[in-house]
């Protein structure tokens, strides 16, 4: 059974270094901000990073454990709300970060990871049934990882993380054309890291590129911001940087989201 | 039960015998139809468990892939309920289905006259 009430956004980038944990870790905070109740679910198992950003070095168990199927899945939430602001519940669900779990998640195989695709949507029903999240946010590994693959499968939106890199333009392209596509998946785009972003000529470049490149909605174009460099991932910006440009440009990529004006 | 009302139910069951026997049979040629109009290279060998993982539905023809995808989304259901999901018929859902029985990808349970498809994600490798 398909529960409506909530929706599992993935997001996802063709290269590493594009801004997926950035985007995944703020775009919670800016809907939990909203009164939302957000889970975020780190899935990028060969380089896991939630942990260091919200600073939760241990956990009782992790997300590897939840799709090894050995512990359901409320062993493995992290409670950060009194840590976020807005009145909506932030739960989090780490990788295991240690050398090896990170090993043992690349060995594998089909039949697990077809298993791990199922306790993945079995998520849909046990945290959306009784209405405890409005939202599942899955952070994952970049390009054709199995784990991604899997994200994506389950997801009802994804996100897709670009930047102007002219190796990512193109793999973007094509993942578009030969991955969501087949899953008949709907997607969005972030440009992030965007020289001149205020511009009215750059916005129109990557409108138009958004339209006839990618042929998906352009949620936001995001500037290269000095401050999301200094801050080495230290910061939650719609928690402790409220009045920052990037908090509002977060906040209105939130909004689209919730009032589902991705189309 | 008398006698009587035993001897009057005979016929039924064998009436309801042969209506399942039909039913099957139709599914088998609504099989055999969808082979021969996709090309037998869509099906590929008959294996008797293949796990459907993602790079498995990756490499599925797309008519399939609808089917197989709304069947990992639900966990079990019958074809008339993929049909309401994918707004294909269900004689063509059935057809599909019952192709990625014979692929190994689904197993198929029948409980009275509904038959169920699902994923034994647990026997399955």
Known sequence: MTYKLGRIIAVHSYKGGTGKTLLSVNLAASLAKEGRNVCLVDLDFRAPSLFAILRKESSESWANDYLNGDCEINKALVDLSSSMPGNGKFFACLANPSTESIRDMSTKDRKWEMQALGRLLALRDTLFRTGEFDYLIFDTSPGLQYSSINAIVAADLVVIATTGDRSDVNGTSRMLRELYKMFEKKTALVVNKVLDAGSKTKQEEMDARAKTQYQVPLLALVPCFCEILRAEGGLIFPRDKPDHPFTKIMGEIARKIDSDQTQ | ?125
């Not at chain 2, 039960?1 to 139709?26: A, F, H, T, W, Y």
């Not at chain 2, 019958?78 to 049909?83: F, N, V």
């Not at chain 2, 699902?118 to 490798?125: K, S, T």
């Open chain 2, 1 to 125: 039960m008398n006698k009587e009302e035993s001897i009057g139910r005979k016929p039924l069951q064998v009436l309801e015998k042969i209506r399942d026997n039909l039913e099957r049979l139709n599914e088998k040629m609504e099989v055999m139809i969808e082979i021969q109009k996709h090309g037998q290279r869509d099906v590929l060998q008959p294996l008797s468990d293949a796990p459907m993982d993602v790079m498995t539905l990756l490499s599925m023809p797309d008519h399939l892939r609808k089917t197989a995808m709304t069947v990992c989304r639900c966990g079990r259901a019958t074809a008339e309920e993929i049909s309401e999901q994918t707004s294909r018929a269900r004689a063509v859902e059935s057809a599909y289905l019952n192709q990625l029985v014979i692929m190994g990808h689904l197993k198929k349970e029948r409980n009275g006259r509904k038959a169920y498809f699902y994923l034994d994600r647990e026997n399955i490798g």
